[in-house]
C-alpha cells in the first residue's frame, strides 16, 4: 500500500485532567458563584436574568445532545419538550397549591420530577412512531411535532392552557418558593461598593446552575456508560449495531426519552423563573437556536454546548440589556434593531463555521474525528490505496 | 444445532424464499452457493432477524429463533457477519472489537478473546488504534470476522466473506474460517466463491431461485457435474 499513510492514534478514552484544566474550571466555578453576585450588588439585574437564560440554554443544548450529537437523530422540535416542561410544571404546581396549600412553597420541587417525567413521556410518544425514519425525515416529523405542540396549546388545548394569554391566568400567581423571602430578608450586604441585596433572579440563577451541574454530571455518565457507547454504534451503522446485540429500539427511546426529560426541567424551570409562560416562547426559532447551539459548539460535546449557548443566547440578549440599562448608548428601537439582526448574523456565522470548522468550536474528540477535514483526506487517501490493492492483484507487490 | 423448516421470505410481493429448509449440525462448516438472486443472503438475513419468514420456523438449539428481531438472535448466540463487512468506520480496531464483545461482562474473557483475534489477524494488532474506515478492503474483512469472533458466537454466519477481495486474501480469509472451525466454531457461511467454499466444508447446500437444488457433503458436491457446469464455469 502506498507509503505516504499516517497513523491516526485516536484516544477517545477519559484522559485524567490536568493541573491547569483543574485550576481553570474552579476559577470558572468561581466566577459562576461570584459574578452574578456581584452584579446584583451593582444593581444590574438584567445581567443575573442573561446569566440565568444562557443556563436554560445550556441545560437544553445538553438534552438536545443526547438525541442529535449522542444519538445522531436530528430534533428540529426539541422546544416541544421545553414546553411540556413549562405548562405541566405550572398546571402541577397549582394543582398541590390547591389540594395542599402547606406544601405551596414546595411545589416547584414537586412539579420538576413530574414535569420532567411528562416530558420523557412526550418523547417516548414522539420516538415511537419515528424509530424507522433517519435524517431529514426525521428532522421534518419533529419540526412538525414541535408545532403542533405550540398550536395545540395557543388553542387552549382541554381549557388547560389559557391559549395565547399564556398561564398563570390572570389574578393568579406562582407562589414564591421555599426559602426565597428568608434570603431576600436576611441575605444582604453592603461594602466594596456594592449594595447587595438578594433576589428572586438570583434565587432562580441559582437553582439553574445547580441543575445544570447535575445534567453535566448525568450526561458525561451516560457518554461513559454501555447505553452511549450503543447510540455511537447506531449512530454509525444500525445494522451492524444490531448484529452485535444492541436493541436499536431501545437505544433510540431511551435517546428520546433522556433528552426531552431534559427540555422537561428546563422548562419547569423557565416556567418558574419567568413567573409567566405563554406559547410564544416555544416557537420554531428555539428549537433552531438549540441546534445552532449544539452545531457552533461542537456536537456531542459539553463545554461546546455552553459556549454555544452563551454565543448564541448570552451576546444578543448582552446587547439588548446593556442598551436597556443604560450602559451602552443606545435607543430602545436601535437595541432591538440589533436583536434582529441576530437571525442574520448567525445564518452567517453558520453557514462560514459549516465551510471552516464544521466540528464546531469545542466538539468531543470521537466527533472531531468524525468530521475533521483532513480526516476526509486521510481516507481519500485510504480508499485509493484500497482501490490499488483490489485492482493491481497480478503484481502483487502489495504486502497484503 | 441450527434447524430451518420450509422458510417462505418474501421481498413485498416477491418471494425471495421459497420454502428452504437446511440444517446445521454443531462443529461443522455449511456453505449455501447458488447464483446471484438464488436466496443466499436472504437465507441468512432471515435466520438472523433481519428479516422476518411468512412462513416456516427456524429453530437454534431447540427454540424458535424465526420472527425474533437481530438483536435477539444475537444475544443467543447466532452471530453473523454482514454482507459488505459493515464495520464501525469511525472507530477505532480496537473499539470495533469492544463492540462484538457488547453483549459480554467478562472482562478477562474478552480480554483473552482480543489477544486471539489479534494472534489470528496480526495485521489486526497492527492498526488496532486505527480507524475501522481507514483499513483496506481486506483488512476490514478481518475486523469484520474478528467482530463477529468477539462475541463468543456458537453459530457464526459470514455473507460473501470473499466478495471483491484480492485471491491472496480471500485465500487467508479461508484459511481463518477452517481455523476456526477446528477451534471449535460451528460456522454457516454464504459465498459466491462456490469452489473454495466446497472446498472447506462439510456440507453445501446449492441454492436456485429461492429453492434448494442439491445438498450433499462438499467434496460430493465439488465432483458433482451440475454443480461443475453451473457454478464452477465448467463446459
Not at chain 1, 439553574?208 to 451516560?222: A, D, P, Q
Not at chain 1, 441546534?291 to 444578543?316: D, E, T, W
Amino acid at each position: 500500500m502506498g507509503g505516504s499513510k499516517m497513523d491516526i492514534r485516536t484516544s477517545v478514552s477519559t484522559t485524567k485532567m490536568s493541573r491547569t484544566k483543574m485550576a481553570l474550571l474552579a476559577l470558572a466555578g468561581l466566577a459562576v458563584v461570584f459574578v452574578p453576585v456581584v452584579f446584583q450588588g451593582m444593581g444590574q439585574i438584567f445581567m443575573v436574568r442573561i446569566m440565568a437564560v444562557i443556563g436554560l440554554y445550556v441545560m437544553l443544548a445538553l438534552g438536545l445532545n443526547i438525541v442529535v450529537g449522542y444519538a445522531g437523530l436530528l430534533d428540529l422540535g426539541y422546544i416541544a419538550f421545553y414546553a411540556m416542561g413549562a405548562y405541566v410544571g405550572i398546571l402541577s404546581a397549582e394543582v398541590i397549591s390547591h389540594v395542599w396549600p402547606a406544601l405551596a412553597p414546595f411545589s416547584y420541587f414537586i412539579s420538576l420530577p413530574i414535569a420532567a417525567l411528562a416530558a420523557a413521556a412526550t418523547g417516548i410518544a414522539l420516538g415511537t412512531p419515528v424509530l424507522r425514519l433517519r435524517g431529514d425525515y426525521l428532522a421534518i416529523v419533529t419540526l412538525g411535532f414541535g408545532e403542533i405542540v405550540r398550536i395545540v396549546i395557543t388553542n387552549d388545548a382541554g381549557g388547560l392552557t389559557n391559549g395565547a394569554a399564556g398561564l398563570p391566568r390572570a389574578g393568579q400567581m406562582i407562589t414564591s418558593p421555599f426559602g426565597l423571602q428568608w434570603l431576600i430578608d436576611n441575605a444582604r450586604f453592603t461594602g466594596f461598593g456594592l449594595d447587595f441585596a438578594f433576589s428572586n433572579n438570583l434565587y432562580w440563577y441559582f437553582i439553574i446552575v445547580l441543575l445544570c451541574c447535575l445534567t453535566v454530571f448525568v450526561v458525561r455518565r451516560l457518554d461513559d456508560s454501555r447505553l452511549g457507547r450503543s447510540w455511537v454504534a447506531m449512530r454509525e451503522d444500525e445494522v451492524a449495531a444490531a448484529s452485535v446485540g444492541i436493541n436499536i429500539t431501545v437505544a433510540k427511546l431511551w435517546a428520546f426519552s433522556l433528552g426531552a426529560l431534559w427540555g422537561g426541567v428546563a422548562g419547569v424551570t423557565f416556567a418558574n423563573f419567568q413567573q409567566f409562560v405563554s406559547p410564544e416562547s416555544f416557537t420554531f426559532m428555539e428549537s433552531v437556536f438549540i441546534v445552532c447551539i449544539i452545531v457552533l459548539g461542537g456536537m456531542g460535546s459539553i463545554p461546546g454546548a455552553i459556549l454555544g449557548a452563551i454565543i448564541i443566547q448570552g451576546v444578543p440578549e448582552l446587547i439588548r440589556g446593556l442598551a436597556n440599562s443604560g450602559i451602552v448608548k443606545l435607543t430602545a428601537e436601535q437595541a432591538s434593531l440589533i436583536g434582529n439582526y441576530r437571525f442574520l448574523v448567525f445564518g452567517l456565522l453558520m453557514v462560514v463555521m459549516m465551510a471552516n470548522r464544521p466540528q464546531g468550536f469545542l466538539p468531543s474528540k470521537r466527533r472531531a474525528m468524525e468530521l475533521a477535514p483532513e480526516d476526509e483526506k486521510v481516507l481519500a487517501e485510504e480508499n485509493q490505496s484500497l482501490y490499488d490493492v483490489e485492482h493491481q492483484t497480478e503484481t502483487s507487490d502489495h504486502d497484503l | 444445532m441450527l434447524k430451518v423448516n420450509d422458510i417462505h421470505t418474501f421481498y413485498g410481493q416477491i418471494e425471495a424464499l421459497k420454502g428452504i429448509s437446511l440444517e446445521v449440525q454443531e462443529g461443522e462448516i455449511v456453505t449455501l452457493i447458488g447464483a446471484n438472486g438464488a436466496g443466499k443472503s436472504t437465507t441468512l438475513k432471515t435466520i438472523s432477524g433481519a428479516l422476518a419468514p411468512k412462513h416456516g420456523s427456524i429453530e437454534f438449539e431447540g427454540g424458535i429463533i424465526s420472527g425474533m428481531p437481530i438483536h435477539k438472535v444475537t444475544q443467543k448466540g447466532v452471530i453473523q457477519v454482514p454482507e459488505g463487512r459493515r464495520i464501525f468506520a469511525r472507530m477505532t480496531v480496537t473499539e470495533n472489537l469492544e463492540m462484538g464483545a457488547f453483549l459480554r461482562s467478562d472482562k478477562d474473557g474478552i480480554k483473552d478473546d482480543m489477544d486471539r483475534v489479534f494472534e489470528m489477524f496480526p495485521r489486526l494488532r497492527e492498526r488496532a488504534g486505527q480507524k475501522g474506515g481507514t483499513l483496506s478492503g481486506g483488512e476490514q474483512q478481518m475486523l469484520a470476522m474478528a467482530r463477529g469472533i468477539m462475541a463468543r458466537p456458537k453459530l457464526l454466519m459470514l455473507d460473501e466473506p470473499s466478495m471483491g477481495l484480492a485471491p491472496v486474501i480471500v485465500e487467508l480469509i479461508f484459511e481463518t474460517i477452517v481455523e476456526l472451525n477446528k477451534s471449535g466454531s460451528t460456522i454457516l457461511l454464504v459465498e459466491q466463491n462456490a469452489a473454495m467454499a466446497l472446498a472447506i466444508a462439510d456440507r453445501g447446500y446449492v441454492l436456485e431461485t429461492g429453492t434448494i437444488k442439491l445438498t450433499g457433503p462438499g467434496k460430493d458436491l465439488l465432483q458433482n457435474e451440475e454443480v461443475r457446469k453451473a457454478y464452477l464455469g465448467e463446459t
